[in-house]
């Protein structure tokens, strides 16, 4: 069977896109394809003619199908050759330049062009219109714009659409000084009410463009070329070129000449067929369906869908049934997103509104019977996705309208804890779920910490605890019974730990049993609470505390970290990561002679030996012949270093020699939560320092600063400042300060990132810098003491401290 | 008729702590209470085969060392599971195991 012939007039993105459809759907076979283009370039997105005259791209990187892709599909395109006359008798086309083609099939793809409206003195003496005016249409428009803008020192724009809008912000990039002219009272009609309108005035002003609402422009002055406008108010404004962006006209004279229905535009059936003659086809701009003409590439794309699966017989069936418009936007940098009505229409409709205009930020939703009918999203559209959906669909809206126009993240609110569904994981480790919770509630226990008891919500990582509490409340209605014990350093003893310290100093409560005889309510001891204790007496004692090894976790009674299978862990203190060969080949030979399974480097820059059997864990510290890295324990753990100066071509501090000097002082120093440290020797900070409990880093000149709170663990947080010191020494006191101050302040197992957050950094650095509490040098003395009782634990292979320390299974004989 | 198979001095033991013995080819974890008491468990939380005997004691709980899992020492019970005791006797500062 012979192919048909399809014409297609335009080659503009509704053209090409319509004929790719065709394409796509096997249409090279059946169609000889002859494509006309008024311009002289293969087809490229109009919608990035702003980012050429922004100078954000290049014109050659804006086109979607290149001159050689025709050839490639057998397309025969004519360029520069405007199509201006159908002969529907004949089925002939004939363009400007005097190409004339048959067709079968005819496709009218023409677009619109820049609308520019009938002002005095629009036309220079030759009747053209004047130099220095231009529309903001094509790659020639914008060609022109620029070329001008370098040499202009004032452009005016007319009109405060999107269009004119991009065009202003296209012209500030070229040095002159740009005002924009709009006929209405606000920018942006089409898509914003009047308070978004004015939040985007005044951002567009910050930028520098100067911008005048409700002028009607009445003339353009100047004898050859530009030189102001006349407005109708008889005020004037002078400049050297003028953009002209007062909206967009369908090209439909061609099917007008034709004897086609045109209205505002050519009218076309639900196949985007015209109503007069069933082989003439029409999409895009210059079509009108049903009363509508569309303006954005959305509609556009259904349309050249339908025509193709109508013509290549795909589906005959294939109808367009209108578009709802939504659109997102980037205006000015600004983040923007419209759908449907900007004011409510109707007495019922409902307006969801937020403002907040210092950052610009603005949001409404009109809602009729439940359903978006329309909305602005400007400055934070992060919603965009879910309401375009919902508007697009007309699917019904949650009764809870906050939810519509926020996404609240964690820490969750109740709005989210309404949407959450209850097979949503709230505690990963344990695997809980919002409804394990919810039964754990309706079964009676209403407190954070009895459902945490009870599902184990919490007790993993400990990162959803803030949420499990939440949940808890939520289920309760929001009538969560506070257990007064939350405020306890302990379980078993009612006392937060500032009152508890008082008295065990009252006291002279030296060990943990001490403490439980003298505080705990019936004298009991209780497992849960007794490291805890043993690490607050430590604290409190240093040197004079009574060890009671019963009270400490396993970790702490055999100094290495218990493992899943009850085997251990050893790392030997590595400060700065730094190490040698010796050590090295040590190490080798203790994991080849104790047959160690596992041996990694951990986070901390430093050598794990893993699985090491409690039996073994003295002989291979003996062989280590290394201090203990103190990695099992809840205190100081290691610092962290980069190259700093010795080797590496950006270092400003000595990164690795403070480490070292950190490390030797610190070490086994207890604490409520682990420190875990780092120095870097420059602000690239390849030791992510700015990560850490404490973190120094060097900025030139001996200077160092000091963050304190950094988090990159279950939780991530960049520390916070706390001061910048001269010298190492500077450093060591300022570390060693906050260092006791949180030992002495926080709750059992709250890292310093909670600290600090819980403290505010304004009272640390008061306390700490400035000492504002008059409390700085008994800190200090206070750690000088705590360092100075401090021994290497790993001693204890030849001393050891209780009964069978090391021995995992014990033999009974026969 | 049970009869009683000795584990062995109580000062093995350290007040507050607990051991694992291996008795027989079967493995226990025996605890020594700061208050002076003795019990004996399974060796391993049913949980994830934690080593009970590393695990925090008070006078009647153990914590399992591994995922805190707590058991009552005198009945076995814990809050999701439990755990098998065996009654064991001091006789002269020595632990006995009453055996079937």
Redesign the interface.
Known sequence: MAKRRLVVVGNGMAGARAVEEVLARGGADMFDITMFGAENYGNYNRILLSNILSGVQDSSEIFINPVSWYEENGITLHLGAAVTEIDRASRKVRAENGVTASYDVLLIATGSRAFIPPLDGLNGPDGRIKAGVYGFRTIDDCDGIVATAKASRRAAVIGGGLLGLEAARGLLNHGCEVHLVHIGKHLMEAQLDYPAGAMLRATMQKMGVRIHLEKRTAGILGDDSVTGLAFHDGSTLGCDMVVVAAGIRPNAEIGRSAGLTVERAIVVDNHMRSVDDMNIYVVGECAQHRGKVYGLVAPLWDQAKVFADHVTGTNRDAAYHGSKLATKLKVMGVELASMGLTEPEHEFDEVVQFSEAHRGTYKKLIVREGRLVGGILMGDISKAAYLMQAFDRDSPLPDERLSLLFDLGTPAQKVTLDEMPGEAQVCNCNGVTKAAIGACVAGGRRTAKAVMAATRAGMGCGSCKSLVGEIVTWFCGGAAEEDPSVHYYVPSIPLAKPDLVRAIREHGLKSVSAVFAALAPDGRDDAASKPALASLLITLWDGQYQDERDARFINDRVHANIQKDGTFSVVPEMPGGVTTPAELMRIAEVAVKYDVPLVKLTGGQRIDLVGVTKDDLPRVWADLAMPAGWAWAKSYRTCKSCIGTDYCRFGLGDSMGLAKKIEGRFRGIDSPGKLKLATAGCPRNCSEAMVKDVGAVAVGDDRWEIYIGGAAGSQIRKGDVLCTVTGENAVLQMTGRFMQWYRENAKWKERTHTFVERMGIERVRAVIVEDSDGIADALDAAMEASVASVSDPWLERTARKTENQFASVIPVEA | MGHLR???PI???????G??????GM?LAVFHT?AGEIFATQAECPH????LA??????H???C????R?YDLRTGQG?DCAITTYPVEILNGEIHLLKE
Do not use: M, W
């Open positions: 000795r584990i062995g000062s093995q033991i350290p007040q507050g702590e051991r694992t013995f291996n008795v027989d493995k700061r994830r085969g934690g080593p590393d695990g925090l004691v008070d006078a709980t153990v914590v060392p591994l995922h805190d707590i809050a």
